[in-house]
């Protein structure tokens, strides 16, 4: 008698999961989630790539700065590295699938690739500028839709981000004046 009771009020089993909790409902329609996930996919593969840039100049700096450059570089990707994270998880948080593949983010990257053989120091300093550059303005892009579909938190990570990028471009551009 009481089992059936207790079956009855649903407290004894779990219930089948049901569409509706599964489907997202966050106040951002389906079509914006999905290009605004499209756009950071792309910010996504742009930090990726200037990460690995940015530890591989770590790793082959030479000349009279090497010391200094050596560990600016280091301070640098490792930002980079702790930023892939929040933005992989942006896009779960909008219901889409994160990228994280060589292929996929080379695909994906508006960055070329590092030089195979690595360049001079200063070359690298300039490589790394235009890379901020780039990865700023690959956020700023995505800022008109966001603020279209009143995506408050990726907004405030790309505003965190562009300020980052900003910060850093100018830092490097100052390293290459005389
Ligand atoms: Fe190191």
Known sequence: MSKKSSAKAGAAKPAVVKKSAVTIDIGISEKDREAIAKGLHGLLADTFTLYLA?????????????N?????????????????DPIAERI???????????AAFSKLTSLPEAPAQPPKAMV????????????????????PRVDKASDEPTADLLTQRIAVHEQTAWMLRSLLEE
Do not use: D, K
């Open 54 to 66: 940015t530890h591989n100049f770590h790793w082959n700096v030479t000349g009279p700065m090497f």
């Open 68 to 84: 200094s450059l050596h560990a600016m570089f280091m301070e640098q990707y490792t930002e980079l590295w702790n930023a892939v």
């Open 92 to 102: 779960r948080s909008l219901g889409h699938a994160a990228p994280g593949g060589y």
């Open 124 to 143: 690298m300093v300039q490589i790394l500028a235009q890379g901020h550059e780039a990865v700023a303005r690959t956020a700023r892009s995505l800022f």
